[in-house]
């Protein structure tokens, strides 16, 4: 299969750009390098030493003969360019991971709530219309966030994958028919607003053109080496710690192994879906691979494997390492505790076997953190992003 991966340079396109292309398909990057940019922006770098994309290029082609190309372009800026490469490369699938994905990062200032909104809701408008613009027939991918629903719907309820049975009443007020909706949305920041929008593309241009879509609603990712960037130091994937990109989990066991206390926001009451890098890709694997049939409503499958509670993960990371807990205010707009019953079959029909969080796992990224520990800065590591007006980064930069 010949698969284009907007956003191949990013934390999980890179490993899914090695994964596809160790399986035989024969893969091509579309990135514009923004998220490097980010880190000088933020002044802060991935605490793994990441090549550039042409060196990490190099150093696969030179491992398993097998060659990537990169195209530099901007998906939500160049269309015309976008479509020609699409016309000429002919895909048989794209992969969509191409967004501004941090959620502090899209609340920092008026200029960065803009930005993600223009360069994400773009990404994925052009992305649709070149693929019906190009008459072909592309399977496209995109990834999602478990955030679309909100976190927990109340009452007891479980969170379905993508759509829910709903009962309506009929014109004439007295009777109930069932109709199938997707889930409501409820998003948590501007990030996760965009990532609502994206469905309602979605939606429209596969009731209108009929493009086929998998949209995989992703929990947030830990971890960060893969089978295949353990190939070679210089396929090393990028390890996120700073306030902005640094998710919970990797952020706490970087925290651990650098003796930073671990920075619980609130009282750690809130529930979030998680996956291993490692089940990403393999994730993604089964989508490429298992595409909808034509016709198909949109695929929506969610992209986790357990839920866990954030002082919980706290818990058990102080208990392994003897770590200290630090309680700090909550810079988000998010409720303080939450149940998160959700339901992830699909993945696992098809046959992915869970890599659940466990010691020796968690032991493995505090390891890679105390290998590269000397690069991180300690002034990286609060969240300075707030949710509220108000309280807006001062250190946001201009447009702030
Ligand atoms: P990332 O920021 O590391 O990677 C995104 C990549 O897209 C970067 O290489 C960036 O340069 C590129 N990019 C952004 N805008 C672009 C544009 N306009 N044109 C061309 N390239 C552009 O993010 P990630 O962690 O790899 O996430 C990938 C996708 O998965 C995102 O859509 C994100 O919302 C989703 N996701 C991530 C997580 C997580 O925990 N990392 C969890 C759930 C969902
Ligand atoms: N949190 C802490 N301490 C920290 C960092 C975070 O307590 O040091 C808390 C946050 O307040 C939040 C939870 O941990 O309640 C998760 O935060 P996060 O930064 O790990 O995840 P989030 O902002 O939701 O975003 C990440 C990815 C995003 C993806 C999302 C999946 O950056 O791209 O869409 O996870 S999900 O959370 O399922 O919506």
């Given at each position: 299969m010949?698969i284009?991966v907007?956003g191949?340079?990013?934390?999980?396109?890179?490993?899914i750009?090695?994964?596809m292309?160790?399986r035989?398909?024969?893969?091509?990057?579309?990135d514009?390098?923004a998220?490097r940019?980010?880190?000088?922006e933020?002044?802060?770098g991935s605490l793994?030493p990441?090549?550039s994309?042409?060196?990490?290029l190099?150093?696969?082609h030179?491992?398993?003969e097998?060659?990537?190309?990169?195209?530099d372009?901007?998906?939500?800026?160049?269309?015309d360019?976008?479509?020609?490469l699409?016309?000429?490369q002919q895909?048989?699938?794209i992969?969509h991971?191409?967004?501004?994905?941090?959620?502090?990062?899209?609340?920092?200032?008026?200029?960065?709530k803009?930005?993600?909104?223009?360069?994400?809701?773009?990404?994925?408008h052009?992305t649709l219309?070149?693929i019906?613009?190009?008459?072909?027939d592309i399977?496209?991918?995109?990834?999602g966030t478990?955030g679309?629903?909100?976190?927990?719907?109340?009452?007891?309820?479980l969170i379905?994958?993508?759509?829910?049975t709903?009962?309506?009443?009929t014109s004439?007020?007295?009777?109930?028919?069932a109709?199938?909706?997707?889930h409501?949305?409820d998003?948590?920041?501007i990030y996760?607003?965009t990532?609502?929008?994206?469905?309602?593309?979605?939606?429209y241009?596969?009731?209108?053109d009929?493009?086929?879509?998998t949209?995989?609603h992703?929990?947030?990712?830990?971890?960060?080496?893969?089978e295949d960037?353990?190939r070679?130091?210089?396929?090393?994937n990028?390890?996120?710690y700073?306030?902005?990109?640094?998710?919970?989990l990797?952020?706490f066991?970087?925290?651990?192994?650098?003796?930073?206390?671990?920075?619980?926001?609130?009282t750690g009451?809130?529930t979030?879906?998680?996956?291993?890098?490692?089940?990403?890709?393999?994730?993604?694997?089964l989508a490429l691979?298992?595409?909808?049939?034509?016709?198909?409503?949109?695929?929506?499958f969610?992209?986790?494997?357990?839920?866990?509670?954030?002082?919980d993960?706290?818990?058990?990371?102080?208990?392994?390492?003897?770590c200290?807990i630090?309680y700090?205010?909550?810079?988000?707009?998010?409720?303080?505790?939450?149940?998160l019953?959700?339901?992830?079959?699909?993945?696992?029909s098809?046959?992915l076997?869970?890599t659940?969080l466990?010691?020796?796992l968690?032991?493995?990224v505090?390891?890679?953190?105390q290998?590269?520990g000397?690069?991180?800065?300690?002034d990286?590591?609060?969240c300075?992003?707030?949710?509220?007006?108000?309280?807006?980064d001062?250190s946001?930069?201009?447009?702030s």
């Amino acid at each position: 299969m010949k698969i284009m991966v907007l956003g191949g340079d990013g934390f999980c396109g890179w490993p899914i750009v090695l994964h596809m292309s160790a399986r035989g398909h024969e893969v091509m990057i579309v990135d514009n390098l923004a998220r490097r940019k980010a880190d000088e922006e933020l002044k802060a770098g991935s605490l793994t030493p990441i090549c550039s994309l042409p060196d990490r290029l190099n150093a696969w082609h030179e491992i398993t003969e097998r060659r990537i190309q990169w195209f530099d372009l901007d998906v939500a800026r160049d269309y015309d360019g976008l479509l020609d490469l699409i016309e000429s490369q002919q895909p048989d699938a794209i992969v969509h991971l191409a967004e501004q994905r941090s959620a502090p990062y899209s609340m920092k200032s008026p200029r960065h709530k803009r930005y993600t909104v223009e360069n994400n809701v773009s990404a994925t408008h052009n992305t649709l219309c070149a693929i019906v613009e190009s008459g072909l027939d592309i399977h496209l991918v995109h990834i999602g966030t478990m955030g679309v629903y909100g976190y927990g719907s109340g009452g007891g309820t479980l969170i379905p994958e993508g759509y829910l049975t709903v009962e309506v009443p009929t014109s004439d007020g007295i009777g109930r028919v069932a109709k199938e909706i997707r889930h409501p949305t409820d998003p948590g920041s501007i990030y996760h607003m965009t990532k609502c929008l994206d469905q309602d593309l979605f939606h429209y241009y596969n009731k209108n053109d009929q493009i086929r879509i998998t949209d995989l609603h992703q929990g947030v990712v830990w971890g960060t080496n893969t089978e295949d960037t353990l190939r070679d130091e210089r396929l090393i994937n990028r390890f996120d710690y700073d306030g902005d990109y640094g998710t919970v989990l990797n952020r706490f066991l970087m925290q651990s192994a650098v003796g930073h206390p671990l920075t619980v926001h609130g009282t750690g009451g809130q529930t979030r879906a998680f996956i291993h890098i490692q089940d990403t890709v393999r994730c993604l694997a089964l989508a490429l691979e298992n595409p909808p049939e034509h016709g198909e409503r949109v695929r929506i499958f969610n992209q986790m494997t357990e839920t866990h509670r954030v002082a919980d993960l706290a818990k058990m990371i102080a208990d392994m390492t003897g770590c200290k807990i630090e309680y700090v205010d909550n810079p988000r707009n998010e409720a303080p505790q939450n149940e998160l019953p959700a339901t992830a079959k699909n993945l696992q029909s098809m046959g992915l076997t869970p890599t659940l969080l466990e010691s020796g796992l968690m032991k493995e990224v505090i390891d890679i953190a105390q290998r590269y520990g000397d690069h991180y800065d300690p002034d990286r590591i609060p969240c300075r992003s707030q949710w509220k007006a108000s309280k807006t980064d001062a250190s946001a930069g201009i447009g702030s």
